[in-house]
């Protein structure tokens, strides 16, 4: 995979971006934009903890799946369930079915409900300043960082289950904590 590639529209996005038509809606429409509500977060920390060990173009096909399953990822809703649903969602054939992942993604939903400032507050709190550059390459991306690890310590001593500092530093990524978009990229963030 090339660092950066050319659409067939003629636009240069990050190499991983630019190989399906999900690929290239996600990259151009979503990865690295800010994302500041609880519910929203609460997403991306539940979809980043279910990718693990699985293609993220896995996800992506499957994520309005697990919206209608997981309740639009509402967290006080997502927070009640009990047996019944954990069942219910380990026969839904249109998302990861995974027992780990699924009573994770319950568990982390009574965790974030526990914070007191909440989930934005938390996670926004490790964002790093920005750079002064986008990275040139792929090479210059890291996959975790000092605050995706002081993120990732955080949300394990709140409760939260599979959320290690590469997963945190993805979620950062996804969420515009930080941009990784290319030098080069036609993406440009606020």
Not at 66 to 90: M, N, S
Request: include cysteine; hydrophobic fraction near 45%.
């Amino acid at each position: 995979m090339s660092d950066l590639v050319i659409g067939a529209d003629g636009l240069a996005r990050c190499g991983w971006g630019g190989g399906t038509p999900e690929y290239i809606a996600y990259h151009d429409e979503e990865w690295g934009r800010p994302v500041r509500t609880d519910d929203g977060l609460y997403e991306k920390v539940t979809l980043e903890a279910f990718q693990s060990g699985l293609s993220w173009l896995i996800i992506l096909r499957k994520r309005e799946a697990f919206r209608a399953a997981f309740d639009q990822f509402h967290i006080e809703t997502v927070a009640k369930y009990g047996e019944a649903e954990v069942t219910r969602l380990l026969a839904d054939a249109g998302i990861v079915r995974n027992r780990a992942k699924v009573e994770a993604a319950i568990h982390n939903a009574r965790a974030a409900l526990d914070l007191p400032d909440g989930l934005s507050a938390l996670l926004w709190s490790f964002a790093p300043p920005p750079r002064a550059r986008r990275p040139r390459s792929f090479a210059e991306v890291p996959s975790l960082t000092p605050e995706s690890t002081a993120m990732a310590k955080a949300l394990k001593k709140a409760g939260f289950r599979f959320v290690g500092p590469t997963t945190a530093y993805a979620l950062m990524q996804a969420t515009g904590m930080v941009d990784d978009h290319l030098d080069g990229c036609h993406v440009k963030l606020p």
